[in-house]
């Protein structure tokens, strides 16, 4: 087993509920959630569509990033999410973070994800499920903020699991 951090997000339907069901689909699937971030509300970008809900997750995996990156696209499929190009709404976006300490690059995967050091709405929930140094980057997520804006990015009352 290792960890692996994916962050999730949605900004149509439902959105906590698109939220709730990524959770336990990818459990179903060998992904179980080990730790949940809060659930941060996110201005969208462009800025021509509805806010974001998102949130990151610590799974415990047997599955390889590979596989774990064709779950994440199954859930998504599942959850109603079709093609539809870049930054453009979505009922879910699953993105595979971190995966231990392995570094990925293939065409169909870079792990750590390229762009986590430029997205506040990342690295918001990032931080409370990794505190420390994050794997491979040698940086905590706190460390990154420092260089993005976080305006208009809100921690919310939505719960994705009890107790948390």
């Avoid at 231990?100 to 390229?114: D, I």
């Avoid at 505190?131 to 993005?148: F, H, K, N, Q």
């Amino acid at each position: 087993m290792s960890e692996a951090i994916l962050a999730l997000g949605s900004n149509l339907g439902d959105r906590a509920a698109n939220l709730r069901a990524a959770l336990d689909l990818l459990a179903e699937r060998g992904a179980p959630a080990e730790r949940v971030s809060s659930v941060w509300e996110t201005p969208p970008v462009p800025a021509d569509q509805p806010r974001y809900l998102n949130a990151v997750v610590a799974v415990e995996t047997e599955l390889s990033p590979e596989d774990l990156l064709a779950v994440a696209k199954e859930v998504e499929h599942l959850l109603g999410r079709r093609p539809s190009g870049h930054w453009r709404p979505r009922p879910i976006d699953i993105d595979l973070l971190f995966c231990g300490e392995r570094e990925v690059a293939s065409e169909a995967l870079t792990v750590p994800h390229p762009r986590i050091a430029e997205r506040a709405f990342v690295l918001l929930p990032l931080a409370e499920v990794v505190e420390g140094t994050l794997p491979v980057l040698g940086r905590t997520a706190a460390d990154l903020l420092d260089g993005t804006d976080t305006g208009g990015h809100e921690r919310t009352a939505v719960r994705l699991r009890s107790g948390r």
